[in-house]
């Protein structure tokens, strides 16, 4: 069952599904693909933000990037078995 990043437990691993635009032509969208977030990549999320959970540190393959909940929230992920 696919969930959304966002909502992906800390410390779990999931694959992702599909990154959905926001709009047509979705910029944000169209710079997740580009950065690696595409069908098939392992991802996870390593550390939150002390606020309201906001940024969330994201791990893909070996590298690391910090995504706003609402960025994480266009990538639809399967989580894994563990």
């Known amino acids: 069952m696919a969930i959304r990043l966002s909502e992906l437990p800390y410390g779990h691993d999931a694959a992702v599904n599909a ?4 709009a047509p032509a979705d910029p944000i969208a169209v710079r997740l693909r580009d950065l690696g977030f595409v069908a098939g990549e392992h ?28 960025e994480a929230a266009r990538v639809l992920v399967e989580p894994l078995a563990t």
């Open 19 to 22: 990154v959905e635009d926001a």
């Open 43 to 70: 991802v996870r999320i390593v550390a939150r933000g002390p606020i309201g959970a906001d940024p969330l540190l994201i791990q893909i393959g070996f590298t690391r990037f910090a995504l706003r909940r609402s």
